[in-house]
C-alpha cells in the first residue's frame, strides 16, 4: 500500500530564512498531494496543494514542488514568520478499490525563533 | 458558513462502555473520512466513505465501526473502547475524493481508562 515519509520530524530556523520539508511517496498512481498546517490545539487546515499535472506552485511566501519520476515533492516557505510555527502534513490519495484512501506523512513541527 | 461538526470535543470513558462520536458536514461532500492523530505518528485513517452506503476501512480500523445513512452524517462507533483507543479524533470530508482538500472538524479528545 502507499506510504508517505516525511523529513525532517523537527525543524528549527531563524525568522526570515527559509524552511524545506520534503515527502516521498510509494504508489506512482497517486496525483494530488496536499500540504495541512496544524497549530496548537487545532485542526489541520490546507494551505497549499498540488496535482500531478503541474511541477511546481506557488502562493505568496509558500511553493510546492513535484517530481513524479522519483516520487517526492516539498513545501518551501520563505521569509519566515513566528506565526509560521506549527506542525506540517504532507499527504497523498493513492486510489484503492473502489475509492481513495489518504495517507499522512508523520508531520513536521518547525520553529521559528525570533 | 461551510464546516464539519464533531461532537464531543472531550469525551472520557471506562474500557468496554460504548461510544459513538458524531460527524456532520454541511458542504454536500460525498466523500467523508475518519483519523486518529498520535504523537509521532501523524494522522492515521480509520475508515472512509465515498458516499451514501459506500464504506470501506483505512490503515487502523482494528475497533472501529463506520456508518453512512445519510450524506452529511458520518457516525464513529466504539462497539467497545480499549485503552489503546485513547487519541486525538478528526473527521474530515472532501469534495472530490484524491483530488480536492479535506476539510477537518474541530476534533475529540478521547480517554479510555
Known amino acids: 500500500g502507499e506510504n508517505v515519509e516525511q523529513h525532517p520530524s523537527t525543524l528549527s530556523v531563524q525568522e526570515g530564512d527559509s524552511a524545506v520539508i520534503k515527502c516521498t511517496y510509494s504508489?506512482?498512481?497517486?496525483?494530488?498531494f496536499p500540504w495541512y498546517k496544524q497549530e496548537l490545539g487545532k485542526r489541520p487546515q490546507l494551505i497549499i496543494d498540488?496535482?500531478?499535472?503541474?511541477g511546481e506552485k506557488k502562493d505568496q511566501r509558500i511553493a510546492v514542488t513535484l517530481n513524479k519520476t522519483a516520487k517526492h515533492f516539498s513545501l518551501h516557505i520563505t521569509e519566515t514568520q513566528p506565526e509560521d510555527s506549527a506542525v506540517y502534513f504532507c499527504?497523498?490519495?493513492?486510489?484503492?478499490?473502489?475509492?481513495?484512501?489518504?495517507?499522512f506523512g508523520a508531520g513536521t513541527r518547525l520553529f521559528v525563533k525570533a | 458558513e461551510a464546516q464539519v461538526t464533531q461532537n464531543p470535543r472531550y469525551l472520557i470513558t471506562v474500557t468496554g462502555k460504548k461510544l459513538t462520536v458524531t460527524c456532520s458536514q454541511n458542504?454536500?461532500?460525498?466523500?467523508m473520512s475518519w483519523y486518529r492523530q498520535d504523537p509521532g505518528l501523524g494522522l492515521r485513517q480509520i475508515y472512509y466513505?465515498?458516499?451514501?452506503?459506500?464504506?470501506d476501512k483505512g490503515d487502523v480500523p482494528e475497533g472501529y465501526k463506520v456508518s453512512r445513512k445519510e450524506k452529511r452524517n458520518f457516525p464513529l462507533i466504539l462497539e467497545s473502547p480499549s485503552p489503546n483507543q485513547t487519541s486525538l479524533y478528526f473527521c474530515?470530508?472532501?469534495?472530490?475524493?484524491?483530488?480536492?482538500?479535506?476539510?477537518f472538524g474541530n476534533g475529540t479528545r478521547l480517554t479510555v481508562t
Open positions: 474530515a470530508s472532501s469534495g472530490q475524493a484524491g483530488r480536492s482538500p479535506l476539510h
Open positions: 504508489d506512482s498512481a497517486s496525483n494530488y
Open positions: 498540488i496535482r500531478s499535472n503541474v
Open positions: 499527504a497523498a490519495s493513492p486510489p484503492n478499490t473502489g475509492g481513495f484512501k489518504t495517507i
Open positions: 458542504m454536500n461532500h460525498e466523500y
Open positions: 466513505s465515498m458516499n451514501v452506503e459506500v464504506t
